[in-house]
């Protein structure tokens, strides 16, 4: 947490000299100890958020892959001589507890080409996919299991 006082303090101030950094540290370092002392800040609980902004990212990146992946899949449907649609139904329960984390779920689901999150009712999701190729695996995805690090994550006090 120091470093991101720091960080601020570089930011906000708009100029790098060894003055505003050492008068940096010095304030940085007093905000740090006064939260950790009067406020009773604890030091552990502080990489949480930075750890919850990493999975965020990492999530994001994980949309773009898929949706990469999916989009070459649905290409090859396309543009084939031999037109070969399978669309299919799909009900899967998940384990995920939260429901920000579920609707989380059913929009990327959304998001990646030829899949449609149809409903979802408590821990029951029914999509409807494209062909057999794209609803193989999906109750396991990626998807699912990156969010379940981050619900996991956000359990821990």
Request: positive net charge; charged residues 20%.
């Amino acid at each position: 947490m120091f470093f991101l006082y720091l960080f601020l303090w570089l930011i906000f101030s708009r100029q790098l000299s060894v003055e505003i950094m050492v008068a940096g540290v010095v304030i940085s370092a007093a905000i740090y100890w006064f939260a950790c002392t009067c406020m009773n800040y604890k030091r552990a609980s502080s990489h949480k958020p930075i750890r919850l902004l990493f999975l965020a990212i990492q999530y994001a990146l994980i949309i773009l892959w898929e949706t990469a992946k999916a989009n070459i899949i649905v290409f090859k449907v396309v543009f084939s001589r031999t037109i070969k649609v399978e669309p299919r139904i799909v009900y899967f329960r998940t384990n995920l507890k939260s429901s920000a984390l579920r609707v989380t779920l059913a929009s990327s689901i959304n998001l990646t080409p030829g899949t449609i999150s149809i409903s979802l009712d408590d821990d029951l999701f029914c999509v409807h996919c494209l062909n057999g190729e794209v609803a193989e695996g999906i109750e396991d995805s990626l998807f699912v299991r990156h969010l379940k690090k981050i619900e996991n994550l956000k359990k821990i006090e």
